[in-house]
Structures are given as structure tokens and as C-alpha cells.
């Protein structure tokens, strides 16, 4: 079982919608969740981090995480075109773990 | 510039070569890792460095060597290159490991990658 899933997609959300990405992982002792955002051929990029329960916004991207159920999300509203990438959610144990990643297009 | 760069940023060698992939960091970061990213995968940690001279082995640590004598400098060798090690590499550096996985430090830098290419 691999410590960090996601759904490889690739999702495709017109733009101006809601865009969610979908994450869960397996070690309950993990205590840090960051969502990277990897442009083709480009290195990944720290857009958004969570550690408690709950919701955290900071601009049109929304994390959400619940450890009882070992899950993690990421939101984006009001996509654009310029969100289409590859969105890699990484969790933290003794280790720092990254999924596979979500292919996201907005399509203009 | 301030930063994290990584050369070369393509490599095609030839199986049983050895290849030296540099890391060069001007933050002063204690943490340095070096990670491979492949389809189906994602980012795999293969060594990493808490400190010049500290090294400890990630993941996927098998046909690689590390060195970090220092603090600014972590390069990644491959004694021996197999197909299998074809790969885009990412080197990475944090100030502090426990700040960053406890989310008190969102500062993992990533450089550039390099495209590794093993025929």
C-alpha cells in the first residue's frame, strides 16, 4: 500500500468552476499535509499547507483536512487556465511522502 | 542569484557509466535531498543530508552514492547506471527539517530538475 494516493486524473473542469483534488494516506501518525502544484517540465512549487483539522483558505485555493479519515483536498475556485498542472499532495511522517499527483486542465 | 540550481539539466549516458549530478544551494539550508520523479510513482526520496558530513539513506537508495562535504554542496552519483535510473532528478534543500514537516516551514526548494537519460 503506498503511503499517499491520488486519483491520477486527469481532471478537466471548465473555467470559473470549482476544481477538487482528492488525496488520502496511510500512516495515522503523519502530521503535516502540503499540496505542491508542478507546471510540465518544471520543478514543484509549495501552494498551500495544513496541519490541523479543518479548513484553511488563502485565496482561491481552499485545503481541507481530516485525519480521522486520513484525507486531504484541495479546492480551487473559480479555475483558470492557468491552473492546469499537476498537483502533488505530500504528507509527512517520519519521512516526507508525495503522491502520484492529479493532472488538472481548465479548459478555456 | 540566491538559490538552489542543478547541472547539468540533461544527461544521456550509456549503461555501467558513472554520473555525477550536482546540487548547489546559497541559502545556507542544513537540509538538502535529492528525490526522483517517475510516471506512476511521483516523487521518490532516494538520499538525504541533515548537515555537511551527515548523510542517511531515503527511500529508494540503492545505486546511488551521496557526499555532502559542504553545506552548500550536495551532489548524487551513480556508480554504475542501469535503464532502470532513467529519470528527472530533483534536488531539494529546507532550513530546518522539523520546522518543515511540522508545516512551521513551508520552505522546501526545489531546484530545476535534471533529466537523466540511461541508454
Known amino acids: 500500500q503506498k503511503e499517499v494516493e491520488q486519483n491520477s486524473g486527469p481532471l478537466s473542469v471548465p473555467e470559473g468552476a470549482i476544481a477538487s483534488l482528492n488525496c488520502t494516506y496511510s500512516?495515522?501518525?503523519?502530521?503535516?499535509f502540503f499540496w505542491y502544484r508542478q507546471y510540465s517540465g518544471k520543478s514543484p512549487e509549495l501552494i498551500m499547507f495544513?496541519?490541523?483539522?479543518g479548513d484553511k483558505e488563502d485565496g482561491r485555493f481552499t485545503a481541507q483536512l481530516n485525519k480521522a479519515s486520513q484525507y486531504v483536498s484541495l479546492l480551487i475556485r473559480d479555475s483558470q487556465p492557468s491552473d492546469s498542472a499537476t498537483y502533488l499532495c505530500?504528507?509527512?511522517?517520519?519521512?516526507?511522502?508525495f503522491g502520484t499527483g492529479t493532472s488538472l486542465t481548465v479548459i478555456p | 542569484d540566491a538559490g538552489i540550481t542543478q547541472s547539468p539539466r540533461y544527461k544521456i549516458t550509456e549503461t555501467g557509466r558513472q554520473v555525477t549530478l550536482m546540487c548547489h544551494q546559497t541559502w545556507s539550508h542544513s537540509y538538502m535531498f535529492w528525490y526522483r520523479q517517475d510516471l506512476g510513482h511521483g516523487l521518490r526520496l532516494i538520499y538525504y543530508?541533515?548537515?555537511?558530513?551527515?548523510?542517511d539513506k531515503g527511500e529508494v537508495p540503492d545505486g546511488y552514492v551521496v557526499s555532502r562535504s559542504k553545506t552548500e554542496n550536495f551532489p548524487l552519483t551513480l556508480e554504475s547506471a542501469t535503464r532502470s535510473q532513467t529519470s528527472v532528478y530533483f534536488c531539494?534543500?529546507?532550513?530546518?527539517?522539523?520546522?518543515?514537516?511540522?508545516?512551521?516551514?513551508?520552505?522546501?526548494?526545489f531546484g530545476n530538475g535534471t533529466r537523466l537519460t540511461v541508454t
Open positions: 500512516d495515522r501518525g503523519s502530521q503535516s
Open positions: 531539494a534543500s529546507s532550513e530546518s527539517q522539523y520546522r518543515m514537516l511540522t508545516g512551521r516551514d513551508t520552505t522546501l526548494h
Open positions: 505530500a504528507v509527512s511522517s517520519n519521512q516526507f511522502y
Open positions: 495544513i496541519y490541523s483539522n
Open positions: 543530508s541533515a548537515a555537511a558530513d551527515i548523510t
